[in-house]
């Protein structure tokens, strides 16, 4: 047990701290119903991350975090600048469309630069197990700022995805705060994505609120709930990549989506005996 | 049987079990060719796991939990060195923090230390690809390569277990003899096709070409680790009807469907070639049945598809 934890110590310390302000993230998403913006910017973080690899920078040297910054900032603002005001064209097909492209122009990319497809490969899946604790602390780090940042605009924030109508009402300039919300949500997700992969980021940010939403109302409890099962999933997925020794990233996923099984089948049965 | 016995039973067998292991040298390669020379020239004296999978590229391997746990156990590190694992050994030696490993120490092997490798690059450009500022790393297609790499394997164990070293140097022997006269006899066997040129995926075979008197200096990569593109494919096609070449090998974690395509159009034979024992069906037992089934199924084929379109029917 103990070689278990000298070997998985630093990748438990970065799913256990790090997933908190995605889990928080996650809700709003959901309540927005822009699931794949996550995706679609976690995607643009990736490609920014290719645009460095090919102008010949490592995937640690601070110009990439720069190309992923600036390339994500650029989608924030393209989804800030498209919140749906008529229903013609559904934002989530705008969402989807900036998924897909950027997928498909780090794909053309990488095509030209030696281990594209080991870079691909990683942009993907992540290489948690590998992690650096200085990573894991500035990453931490970066998280605590934004935390605070969303800790003393809550109102503006909870208002502007839980009750955008009521915001406007009041005043809020939806538009700025759309914006604000879309650069810290890029930060965040910029800086995950180069440690856990796209598809680690979406799980942590979407299941985890899926559960919430199933099991509590109120955004403290979802909140609480949401930390529980990111939790619960990362021990037990690192436990299991450990155990059965498969890639530690992957695990992850497939344990957060166990846990959305289990949460929903007591959710059906709680349902039933409730009849 | 009570329940305290049967585990007291347990404890003793796990107890004699860690206890005969821990006799033994704790080794770790990162290819399966240097584990193979590895478990020849350690014989029951040694403990070897391979981390790569015979199928899997080299340069590019998942880490797994289980890498780093093997790292932080080993005796001894066998590597290839000149930059072939320099994307994923080093991160999995960090984890295991194992200080025999060390680079530089005696139990740290690099098997490419000492030999004079090929394709060394005068300028390091990365727009001409993924070049190794080293040379190329591909050395152990060369069986004099794979001696000299046997004659570092059988130093380090020595070193690390010295009241055993007489015995490893008498299996380094054995190994080395039976390398040299099959050596010998696979010369023999290729002597006829002198100068034949191949085509190959990756630039993995220069070591092989130039001990056996080959060409392959078409590859079906643009350059190195880039993706086949369709022009490059063309290029690839007619070079190959102009110089008559009838051969391509693949490797197992190589696109075989492109050599598959590239063999279509020009009426040449693909071959399934591999690095690695495991990496191709028939070839697990060893480095020297590896050579023997690469050898020939390359006679084989380079006999049945003629030398110039004159000869052929």
Redesign the interface.
């Known amino acids: 047990m103990s070689e278990a934890f000298e070997i998985m110590k630093w990748p438990l310390v970065a799913c256990l701290l790090l997933p908190g302000i995605l889990v928080y993230f996650g809700l709003h998403i959901v309540k927005r119903e822009i699931i794949f913006v996550d995706l679609a910017l976690a995607q643009v973080a990736a490609f920014g991350i290719c645009v460095a690899i090919l102008l010949g920078h490592d995937s640690h040297d601070w110009q990439t975090t720069a190309w992923s910054g600036a390339l994500t900032f650029v989608g924030a603002a393209l989804l800030a600048l498209t919140r749906p005001s008529g229903k013609r064209i559904p934002q989530e097909a705008l969402i989807g469309i900036v998924y897909v492209v950027a997928a498909a122009a780090s794909f053309l990319l990488l095509s030209r630069s030696p281990e594209g497809n080991e870079e691909l490969r990683r942009t993907l899946v992540g290489e948690v197990l590998l992690v650096r604790p200085g990573e894991v602390l500035r990453t931490f780090a970066l998280f605590v700022a934004v935390g605070a940042v969303h800790l003393v605009f809550r109102r503006q924030f909870v208002l502007l995805s839980f009750d955008p109508e009521r915001g406007r009402s009041q005043g809020l300039r939806l538009w700025w705060w759309d914006f604000l919300f879309y650069v810290l949500f890029g930060v965040v997700v910029t800086s995950f994505v180069r440690m856990g992969g796209v598809l680690l980021v979406f799980s942590y940010l979407i299941i985890p609120a899926v559960c919430a939403n199933l099991l509590a109302t109120t955004l403290r409890l979802q909140l609480a709930v949401g930390w529980a099962i990111a939790t619960l999933a990362s021990i037990g997925g690192l436990y299991g990549s450990y155990r059965l020794d498969l890639p530690t990233g992957a695990a992850i996923v497939c344990a957060l989506g166990v846990t959305l099984l289990l949460t929903g089948l007591w959710k059906g049965a709680r349902h039933i005996a409730g009849q | 049987m009570t329940r305290q016995s049967l585990s007291l039973l347990c404890f003793f067998v796990v107890a004699c079990q860690q206890a005969c292991a821990a006799d033994k040298l704790t080794v770790v390669a990162t290819t399966a060719d240097f584990g193979a020379i590895a478990r020849d020239i350690g014989g029951d004296r040694v403990q070897v796991s391979v981390l790569a999978q015979p199928g899997e590229d080299a ?2 391997v ?5 890498y ?2 093997k790292l ?1 156990k080993a005796d001894v590190l066998i590597e290839g060195g000149a930059e072939l694992e320099i ?1 994923w050994l080093p ?2 030696l ?2 295991a923090r194992n200080p025999k490993l060390a680079a530089g120490q005696p139990c740290h092997v690099s098997c490419a230390e000492g030999l004079a490798l090929l394709e060394v690059p005068t300028t390091l450009d ?1 727009a001409k ?3 190794h500022a080293m040379g190329n790393p591909h050395f152990m297609t060369d069986p004099l390569n794979a001696r000299h790499a046997a004659e570092r394997i059988c130093a380090a164990f020595a070193a690390a277990d010295p009241p055993n070293a007489a015995g490893y140097r008498e299996r380094l022997n054995a190994f080395t003899n039976r390398l040299d006269a099959k050596l010998i006899a696979w010369q023999k066997q290729l002597e006829p096709f002198r100068g034949r040129r191949l085509v190959a995926f990756h630039n993995s075979w220069p070591y092989f070409a130039a001990r056996f008197g080959l060409k392959i200096h078409i590859f079906l990569e643009p ?5 086949p ?1 369709p022009a490059h494919l063309a290029d690839v096609v007619a070079a190959m009807k102009a110089e008559d070449i009838t051969v391509v090998i693949v490797e197992p974690h190589q696109n075989r469907k492109t050599g598959e395509m590239v063999a279509a159009k020009t009426g040449a034979r693909l071959l399934d070639f591999t690095q690695y024992p495991g990496g191709v069906k028939g070839t697990e037992a060893g480095y020297i049945e590896l050579l023997d089934y690469l050898v020939n199924t390359l006679a084989e084929a380079l006999a049945k598809s003629g030398t110039s379109k004159e000869e052929r029917p």
């Open positions: 340069h590019f998942t880490p797994k939990p289980s780093i746990a932080a994307g991160p999995l960090d984890g990365r690809g993924d070049i350059k190195p680790g880039i993706p593109s």
